[in-house]
């Protein structure tokens, strides 16, 4: 999948001090092939592959990532400009009801997406009215009735002997939507959301229609609902869409299955219209607002990576960085002051498992690894914190009498306090080793 293949990739960079160019031309492919692979239109794997490479071999050196991270920076960052930087936001009328269209191919989601977007827009304080324009299919006016009653809002339907625009099958669904319309205007309703029909695959006929009601109702958004899981159909049926109606964004449904990326890539891509919703369920809460970043994330499959790297780069204190590789540089004592400031900064970055798995070279067993966790780091600041300034700082006086001491003021048993000491013990031994091999991969060099 995209994610394995990126994340191979990127372990192949891991541990390496720079950036060839060589290195760049194979991640490039590989991250194009893998984009291919996750059903990214051809042109898109492209484009993006090459935006990608001219980034990297350009890129500024940067002092709080390695070089993989800072590919996977650029990577994620592309993602991010492409599907549409900033959350887009609805955009409402300015007077009467804001009127929003839903396009999409038969069971793309349209209907359940209307009862999700009602419901979101109901607790927000709108008062939405869901329009059942969708007369092709003989079920679609009652399954807008039953999402409707979910949401907790009004669905205005055709009904036999009130309306006489209903005969399902035959009625006109562009008068519907006009007079659906007509009635939140009435109702006072601010929002009007209107459901429409589709077909498998596009058709001409199809799109006229949808092109029909556009033309009577004058939608303030048309929201094009494609199916997260829709492979390389997306593009076509998303430049289908794009030409019959010129919609003005899109909603991903069926994130919730093992869909690719993909097509969220594509459709954005050779559209450039915004991805605005996300539906993820069957159920009437599964609706989120779309948020690009989360996305680029999600196609990466390297969330946590992400995460750790924005960290990094927010919390890394560039001083106190360089204190320490002066230290190491000038070979001094690596103190308990030093330890509790590592562990402070540490704990600023996110998880500790996590930072130490991304340092190149770090070369940290598994046991080691899960040794570490965030609460022990909680636990080591407080034993520190209740010795005394000398002791911090002369460790090996810390007999069996300060031991204890320090073991009530921080609230441990005695045992713990043993434990932090040889662990401390250790640390120091490795920073000496490390001070040896010319500092901490990925800590700046006080000496430039
Ligand atoms: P429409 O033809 O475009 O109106 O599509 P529907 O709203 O009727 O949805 C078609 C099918 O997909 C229904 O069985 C829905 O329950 C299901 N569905 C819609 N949205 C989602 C979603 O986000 N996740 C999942 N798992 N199923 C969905
Ligand atoms: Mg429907």
Known sequence: SLSDRLSATFKNLRGKGRLTEADVDGTVREIRRALLDADVAV???????????????????????????????????????????????????????????????????????????????????????????????????????????????????????????????????????????????????????????????????????????????????????IDAMIGQDAVNTALAFDEGVDFTGVVLSKLDGDARGGAALSVASVTGKPIMFASTGENVNDFEVFHPDRMAGRILDMGDVLTLIEQAEKTWDKGEAERMAQKFADQEDFTLEDFLAQMQQIKKMGSLKKMLTMMPGANVSKQQLEQFDDRQADRIEAIVRSMTKHERVAPKIINGSRRARIARGSGVSVSEVNQLLERFTEAQKMMKKLAAGGGIPGVPSARG
């Open 43 to 225: 042109s898109v794997a492209r484009e993006f592959a090459a935006k990608v490479k001219e980034r990297a071999l350009g890129a500024e050196v940067s002092e709080a990532l390695n070089p993989a991270q800072q590919v996977v920076k650029i990577v994620n960052e592309e993602l991010q400009s492409i599907l549409g930087g900033q959350t887009r936001r609805l955009n409402y009328a300015k007077v009467g009801p804001t009127i929003i269209m839903l396009a999409g191919l038969q069971g793309a989601g349209k209907t359940t997406l209307a009862g999700k977007l009602a419901k979101s827009l109901a607790s927000e304080g709108h008062t939405p009215l869901l329009v059942a324009a969708d007369l092709q299919r003989p079920n679609a006016v009652t399954q807008l009735k039953v999402v409707g009653e979910r949401a907790g809002v009004p669905v205005y339907a055709p009904h036999p002997g009130v309306q006489s625009d209903f005969d399902e099958l035959t009625g006109d669904p562009v008068v519907v939507a006009r007079n659906g319309v007509s009635e939140a205007r009435q109702k006072q309703h601010d929002v009007v959301i209107v459901d429409t029909a589709g077909r498998l695959g596009v058709d001409a006929e199809l799109m006229k229609q949808a092109r029909d009601i556009r033309d009577a109702i004058r939608p303030n958004e048309i929201l094009f609902v």
